[in-house]
């Protein structure tokens, strides 16, 4: 076993170990905060798999964005300690059955499957994604890329009116 095999094994325990933290977890800010080190392990694997770009992505928007603020609103509300998540099973027989199918399919497809192997991965590569994507979108790919900018202006200004319009309803009127 290698220094990448080793690394990459650490990187999927802390993904699967605080994946499964975070879905049996009772208690909610626990679960936040296991969300965290899963999206730090899928980043890791990310680098390790040469996608630097994607594991960038994967800390921006995920840890950055979008688990700050599910902390904040997590913090912000109140009595979120004493919550108590119903987390009881109702249909267990069918749940367990549809599951040992989905794995059983996927064990077989994992031992039948003839895996490519590259032979550079075998000794540790630095080669960034970043240039090669950035240039993809500026000459190749550059009108999906201008059309995917105009639709996220759309719904960003579409968001900043609604949430102009439910500020200015929920403003109590001067009485005179």
Same mark, same amino acid.
Not at 44 to 61: K, M, P, R, S
């Given at each position: ?52 770009? *994607?594991?960038? %992505?994967? &800390? $921006? ?7 700050? @603020? =599910?902390?904040?609103? !997590? ?61 993809? *979108?500026?000459? %190749?790919? &550059? $009108? ?7 639709? @996220? =202006?759309?719904?960003? !200004? ?19």
């Amino acid at each position: 076993m290698n220094l990448y095999e080793i690394i990459f094994y650490f990187f999927a325990v802390v993904t699967v170990a605080s994946a499964a933290l975070v879905v049996f977890s009772r208690n909610i800010v626990y679960s936040a905060f296991s969300l965290l080190f899963t999206f730090f392990g899928v980043a890791g694997i990310y680098v390790l798999l040469n996608a630097d770009f *994607l594991a960038i %992505t994967q &800390l $921006l928007i995920y840890v950055g964005g979008i688990l700050v @603020l =599910l902390l904040f609103g !997590v913090m912000l509300t109140t009595n979120t300690v004493s919550i108590d998540i119903k987390s009881g099973s109702l249909n267990v027989l069918p749940a367990v059955s549809v599951v040992a199918a989905i794995a059983g399919l996927l064990a077989g497809l994992f031992w039948t499957s003839d895996w490519f192997v590259s032979k550079q991965m075998g000794e540790l590569t630095v080669q960034t994604t970043s240039k090669d994507i950035g240039t993809a *979108l500026i000459t %190749t790919h &550059l $009108l999906p890329f201008e059309i995917a900018s105009v639709i @996220l =202006l759309v719904a960003i !200004v579409g968001a900043a009116m609604m949430a102009r319009r439910e500020s200015s309803k929920s403003q109590i009127p001067n009485s005179k």
